[in-house]
């Protein structure tokens, strides 16, 4: 299969490049233009596992390439073989084009054309709640953190017991809007989104493309299908990235330099049931496969063998990547295993997402170590203690406590990592707090974040700790040193930031957007920021790894639904430098 | 004093045209509206039969009348033209009456075909004065009208003979003519502008990958030469349907004829005709004179759900700004009312495109999204969760809860796969046949909808077990599994119900809905029918929760909408404003049929079709109600 896939490459990849010329209808060159190279044929692919390749099996990827032009309004992106173009511009018409052209004159767009090319976040933006700033963050933090609010469909018009249905369902599939909320969201969605379709003029326009652009090549790789949601995945030492389809327990391992994937399937026990011990809550989707529901991903710097968390179970898994086996490891206790880290002495570190606690898996012992984060008070105690007889009970008869704006009973530790110094940052993202943890003596600290939406945070290389505050839009830095915290708006408007990640060699932060169809770097040193516009609209990222080798950063296009984004179908993303 | 006059000439001519129903749907334009205004709110509660016309069917056919239909809304004919109000009955009889009495004056019997499963209905025949022929002859006013077994019949408007030329004798052969009436047929009236008369056609719906083609045909009015054919799905060779079932609309200012094109065969699998399918699901406007495609709009692509464009194409005055564009409304199965430049086909309110979800059927390349305007809202919520489950007791309710758990349900253009899949709506709308009326200059479209959900599955060929269905569509409340013949699948479909056999969705079951579409809002909701006669026995008091319904409604200058279409055989009148019923009769079979209403020598009568509909289970018969007030 290997050499078919090479094969395959050999007579599409370019064996030559030439450059495609954009410019406005007067023939003004237009710079920042995204010009996106599509292979025609999509190579033939062995999907005959319920629409996904078999356990072991390898496809190849149809690879897409994206360029910007630059001053001149050139892009170097032609290539031989057959491909089709895309060319987009910031105020200009798309336009396809199935043979490579020499050059391109893009039409304006009109005004109408104009305000709905706008991505989400402006639009969402100037939804303000009837200034109610407290309800505007609890809708963000219980509904965009899927997909994208404010999007042209999000926009229809709806009356209002359409906008109650919508808000119940999600509830269902697992957002937590209080029921008190319910009602007044739907009103003021159904009147805020007429008033901004009656004057879409008070819309800001979006953040120019910058000249930078021209200095990247985004190259993505097409995974999975429209069911599935590639969520968090890993740059591994040995080349390959592996990222999981959170829906249906598979791991892909892709090899960047040829576009070949082979699939993984994560095992479960005989006795576990779809959706695991929380119970299955997407009955009514067509099909579905996450017994483990395969979530974040860690490598150990010992043999590289990666970790796992499979949030459905009790368990923490380890996938042998010389083997291709995998290990389940039982846990003692703790409910949803989320966000993992590793550490220098072989620890893996991982948020318990539910039962409000840190694992640390020791491997050279095969231990679990369990650390309790504080409840906020004494009914939160009472939940969390209660867990273990909540879950004893069959999942369609679970008791669930009505969700209310503090989330009582989730204080929900998400974020973690392991700061230079070996300590363990977690943060809490209903509980605005975050933890600090000494793996040496257990203790643990808790710091009041005086921001919003503390999902995910990095360890700088000063061991400084960077978070994302979702609801506030913010990226903020905690310096442990100081006890000081310093917020530093985001580039974009109404952005709402799910993760981020450090380059610790370059100093730079890269937050992850999804509102805006974008991807933030923020130079530490300079304190300025980078926006990069994603090829595909509707592009939700929830993580980002970083070559060390280039500064290459990837993410991956994890809306859900997935097939509301465009192209329908989930990919994995790298923003690699041009050489000069 | 001369401005008076003609603002004068100019109101009157305005209101003795409106006070006419000289088309199926009141105008070219289809807007169910009239200027009459006699029978108001204040005294609707006055209004009485005031003649009951019987056509005879169900005395001369009485083993076919459980397959019938009664759709027709008549017409009133000028005073050239005999001044009768003229209908048609399922087999395509011909009845002229005296509007003021209901008495017959002549009928012209075709002699259809009786013969298959498909049900016999007419929604109604097509007046035109043929200025080719000299004032007097016989058939200088003719009445037009296509058959159950695909004949276009012209007879004399004033004795109902045939028009001897046209075609052979009065008659030309459509388009499928000897082909069975299952598999290609007619139901609305054809459509006579400009000396053209333009068909369209029934086309069997799921049965066959190749269905007959949905060709439109257009023929001199006079002689009955074919002019010009269209065909909706030229270069699909694997294809056939997207066929014009829905009364069509003329616009001769702008010389364009506009259709509303149906799915491609077969309707649930789309495997043989890849792409979007362009002209199917879609409004088309033609060319008056040579046929040619003016524009397009596709409201679905690639349909997997029997998505037809099922009601006529509302030509109306959209006025907004202080700007006044000639629009189109067109009301959909989904839910939606689409709003166009009925010049350029361009859409009055922003498209966006809605990411939907993916096909599972290997080969399937389903549409990854589909067009979905902006405003106003979808007239119907196509999402249904367990959670929303409804019965009337604790036990059938957790069975609806228990079957949704169990249905694949992503919401609107989820498509089927071999998993019971929820439809909702599923093909019979959302809006149908019965259209909208549109409320004078206001942009108001008042609209009656259908909200029960149905739910679907494809079922492999090879597994053979189970028995197939002859229909094309299920009956109130049962199931159907019909082959698709070409393909690798038989379709199952059928009505989402309780043990009881009450729809799984909280009333109502149907409703009529008011839409403002220049503000692209919902001004008001009612349910539209009482479910008192669906139990296992009637119930002597109404339960308004809405029933399922065919046929549509009218809107007058009165304030008042009138509309049959239930399954409780009531013929209502809602206060236009806010939707409140001020009048209702009982009559004694449902009016699966649009009413119209006109003045005759003084006096507004209001009419409708009561002779119910195969599809309803329902009692059949072969009533015309004439309601007015008592005489002055």
């Known amino acids: ?580 | 004093m001369r401005q008076i006059l003609l603002l004068c000439a100019s109101l009157c001519a305005a209101s003795a045209a409106a006070q006419d129903w000289q088309h199926y749907g009141g105008d070219p334009g289809g807007r169910h509206y009239s200027a009459a205004q006699q029978i108001t709110r204040e005294n609707v509660a006055q209004l009485q039969v005031a003649w009951v016309h019987r056509s005879g069917d169900s005395e001369k056919l009485p083993a076919w009348m459980e397959n019938t239909s009664a759709q027709a809304t008549p017409i009133l004919l000028p005073a050239a033209a005999g001044e009768s109000l003229v209908y048609c009955t399922p087999f395509n009889r011909i009845i002229a009456l005296d509007p003021g009495t209901g008495a017959q004056r002549w009928s012209h019997d075709p002699g259809i075909k009786l013969e298959g499963e498909r049900p016999f209905r007419c929604r109604g025949v097509t007046y035109h004065e043929e200025l080719r022929v000299d004032a007097g002859a016989p058939c200088r006013h003719r009445l037009f009208t296509n058959t159950h077994d695909r004949r276009l019949l012209a007879v004399d408007a004033l004795t109902g003979e045939a028009c001897a030329d046209f075609g052979d004798n009065g008659q030309v052969t459509l388009h499928g003519h000897g082909q069975p009436a299952d598999m290609i047929s007619n139901s609305s009236a054809p459509l006579a502008a400009s000396g053209l008369v333009i068909t369209g056609s029934t086309v069997v719906d799921f049965h066959y990958a190749r269905a007959p083609r949905g060709t439109v045909q257009a023929y001199d009015s006079l002689s009955g030469e074919l002019r010009w054919q269209f065909d909706p799905l030229e270069g699909h060779a694997g294809s056939g349907g997207a066929n014009v079932w829905a009364p069509m609309s003329v616009d001769e200012s702008l010389g364009l004829v506009y259709l509303p094109t149906s799915a491609p065969s077969p309707d649930y699998y789309g495997v043989n005709r890849p792409g979007t399918n362009r002209y199917a699901n879609s409004v088309v406007a033609l060319d008056l004179a040579s046929g040619a495609v003016r524009w397009h709009f596709q409201h679905v692509r690639h349909d997997l759900w029997d998505y037809d464009t099922p009601a006529q194409p509302i030509l109306f005055d959209w006025n907004k700004h202080g700007d006044s564009v000639p629009a189109l409304a067109q009301p959909t199965k989904q839910g939606f009312v689409f709003v166009l430049d009925r010049r350029t086909g361009e859409s009055l309110w922003e498209i966006t495109e809605q990411p939907v979800p993916p096909s599972q059927v290997p080969g399937e390349i389903a549409s990854p999204t589909q067009p979905k305007p902006i405003a106003p809202p979808q007239l119907l919520d196509s999402f249904l969760m367990p959670q929303q489950a409804w019965g009337l007791t604790p036990w059938d309710r957790g069975d609806c809860a228990r079957q949704l758990d169990e249905l694949d349900n992503l919401g609107l253009f989820t498509p089927l796969s071999e998993k019971l899949t929820l439809m909702l709506p599923g093909s019979l709308g959302g809006a149908n046949w019965g259209g909208g009326a549109i409320l004078g200059q206001s942009g108001v479209l008042i609209l009656n909808v259908n909200t029960a959900p149905f739910t679907g599955r494809l079922i492999p060929a090879d597994n053979r077990s189970g028995a197939r269905d002859a229909r094309d569509h299920p009956t109130a409340g049962q199931r159907m599994r019909v082959p698709m013949q070409g393909t690798p699948y038989d379709v199952e479909v059928g009505t989402l119900v309780s043990p009881l056999g009450i729809p799984c969705s909280p009333p109502p079951w149907g409703k009529l809905v008011a839409v403002d579409l220049v503000r692209g809002s919902i001004l008001w909701e009612q349910p539209l029918g009482s479910i008192h006669e669906l139990g296992p026995f009637p119930l002597p008091f109404h339960i308004n929760w809405g029933t399922p319904n065919l046929g549509g409604g009218i809107a007058t200058a009165g304030g008042l909408f009138f509309i049959g279409a239930t399954m409780d055989r009531q013929f209502r009148a809602f206060d236009t404003e806010s939707g409140e019923v001020l009048w209702r009769h009982t009559l004694p079979m449902d009016a699966a049929a649009t009413p119209m209403t006109y003045i005759y020598q003084g006096r507004q009568y209001v009419v409708v079709n009561a002779g119910g509909h195969a599809m309803f289970d329902r009692p059949q018969g072969d009533y015309l109600y004439a309601f007015a007030l008592d005489s002055q």
């Open chain 1, 1 to 580: 299969m290997r050499l078919l896939a090479l094969s395959v490459l050999l007579f599409t990849a370019p064996v030559f490049a030439a450059e495609i010329q954009v410019t406005d209808a007067q023939g003004k060159p237009l710079a920042q233009a995204m010009v996106t190279r599509t292979p025609v044929e999509v190579p033939a692919a062995d999907l005959s596992d319920d629409g996904y390749a078999p356990h072991g099996v390898t496809n190849v990827s149809a690879v897409t390439v994206t360029r910007f032009t630059d001053a001149e309004g050139k892009a170097d992106i032609i290539a031989e073989g057959k491909f089709s173009y895309r060319v987009r511009a910031q105020g200009y018409q798309d336009a396809w084009f199935n043979e490579a052209p020499e050059s391109v004159a893009l039409a304006p767009m009109n005004q109408t054309q104009l305000y709905a090319s706008y991505p989400s976040n402006v639009w969402l933006s100037q939804v303000d709640f009837d200034g109610d700033e407290a309800l505007k963050h609890t809708f963000q933090l219980n509904c965009a953190f899927c997909h994208q609010q404010a999007s042209p469909f999000m926009r229809n018009e709806r009356t209002i017991d359409q906008w109650v249905s919508i808000m119940e369902r999600m509830n269902t599939y697992g957002a937590r809007l209080p029921e008190d909320d319910i009602e007044p969201v739907s009103k003021i969605l159904q009147r805020e989104y007429r008033e901004l379709r009656e004057h879409p003029e008070r819309v800001p326009a979006p953040r120019k493309w910058e000249a930078h652009l021209s200095e990247v090549e985004m190259t993505e790789w097409p995974i999975g299908d429209g069911f599935s949601q590639m969520h968090d995945f890993l740059l591994h030492p040995n080349g390959m990235v592996y990222v999981g389809d959170n829906l249906f327990d598979r791991i892909y391992e892709i090899d960047t330099e040829t576009g070949e994937y082979t699939v993984y399937k994560v095992p479960h026990y005989e006795d576990a049931e779809l959706g695991g011990i929380l119970g299955n809550r997407f009955t009514v989707f067509p099909k579905m496969y996450n017994y483990m529901g395969v979530h974040s991903f860690a490598y150990s710097k010992k043999d590289g063998n990666i970790f796992i968390t499979p949030s459905m179970q009790q368990a923490l898994l380890e996938f042998d990547v010389e083997k291709k086996e995998f290990i389940i490891h039982d846990m003692p206790g703790g409910y949803y295993p989320h966000t993992i880290r590793t550490d220098d002495q072989d620890r893996v570190w991982f948020t318990l997402a539910l039962s409000s606690q840190v694992a640390m898996f020791d491997r050279s012992t095969g231990e679990f170590t369990l650390y309790d984060l504080p409840a906020r008070g004494f009914r939160e105690w009472m939940v969390l203690k209660s867990l273990p007889l909540i879950f004893s009970i069959d999942p369609e008869n679970r008791p669930t406590p009505s969700p209310n704006r503090e989330s009582t009973g989730l204080p929900m530790p998400y974020g973690i990592d392991v700061a230079p110094d070996g300590s363990v940052w977690v943060a809490r993202l209903y509980a605005n707090d975050l933890a600090h943890i000494d793996p040496d003596s257990g203790e643990i600290t808790m710091i009041d974040f005086p921001y919003e939406g503390p999902r995910r945070l990095r360890a700088d290389a000063d061991g400084n700790i960077w978070v994302v505050a979702f609801q506030n839009g913010l990226l903020v830095k905690y310096d442990p040193r100081e006890k000081a915290f310093t917020r530093y708006e985001l580039p974009v408007i109404n952005e709402l930031p799910y993760a981020l990640n450090v380059d610790r060699d370059r100093g730079v932060v890269w937050v992850n957007g999804n509102q805006s169809d974008t991807i933030l770097g923020f130079d530490i040193a300079t304190e300025s920021w980078k926006v990069y516009p994603m090829p595909r609209q509707r592009f939700f990222t929830r993580d980002i790894e970083i070559s060390e080798e280039d500064g290459a950063i990837y993410t991956s296009n994890s809306h859900f639904p997935t097939w509301q984004s465009e192209g329908a179908t989930p990919t994995l993303l790298r923003i690699t430098p041009l050489e000069e």
